[in-house]
């Protein structure tokens, strides 16, 4: 769809599928993003990545026709700036617990008088950044309504393991206890008229997700799918 950018086609109905990258290197991230993917991730929270890699990556990213999206170290608005500021056309935002904190963390993301986000980012995209916040934790599902009718959020996105833990169970989209969190949050979302996504690392489980209505689909993760595809050709070698 060359007529609607990114954040358009996020805050539309289209079903929007994605790559993780926790490895710092433009050649994977190319390499990844090539394979048709609408928006590859750029793990800052747990991968290699740091500030000072986002220009090659996120040019890399681009340059095949993905957008580049950045998974901030933490609900900050320095961490959310220097994203913006250097190449990527929206955040993905950890460690929010509150609706106070999402609420601060849109506000990291849009110039005045909408936000607070300091101009001058050399990179920065023309284009109105998204802002993507996660649910991870018993403390944001209770304030999970309220977040999402804030203006500015433009989608939620699962963190599954974290929230495993949180609530004290296994990390399975079967599991008892997970599945009825996950079930209210599709709920939310849907009534809400808002994206959801929940993470995933391989495209059976991105599947199912889909199936339940996410829309923010990620169907690979650099790091998991070279220890997948090792362990598949060796067990073959050996055979």
Known sequence: MP????AERLRGTDTLYGGWIVIANVIAARTLAA????????DLQHGGATEHDLPALTAAISREGATPVARVRYAHPAD????????????????????????????????????????????AGRDEPFCVIMVESTAAL????????????DGIYVGPRDLSYSLGCKLDP???????????????CRSAGKPVGVHSVDGATA????????????????????????????????S
């Open 3 to 6: 007529n609607k950018s990114f």
């Open 35 to 42: 394979s048709g993917l609408d928006y590859v991730v750029i």
């Open 80 to 123: 959310i700036g220097r994203a913006l500021d250097l190449g990527c056309a929206g955040v993905i935002v950890p460690n929010v617990e509150s609706v106070e904190q999402a609420s601060a963390a849109v506000g990291a993301c849009h110039y005045p008088p909408v936000g607070y986000r300091s101009g001058g980012g050399v990179l």
């Open 142 to 153: 209770a304030d999970l309504d309220a977040t999402l009718a804030l203006p500015g959020v």
């Open 174 to 188: 079967e599991d008892p206890v997970l599945r009825p969190a996950l079930e209210r949050v599709w709920a939310a």
């Open 207 to 238: 599947r199912l997700y889909r199936s339940n209505g996410c829309r923010l689909v990620n169907v690979v993760a650099d790091a998991a799918a070279i220890a997948r595809t090792a362990a598949t050709e060796l067990a073959v070698a050996r």
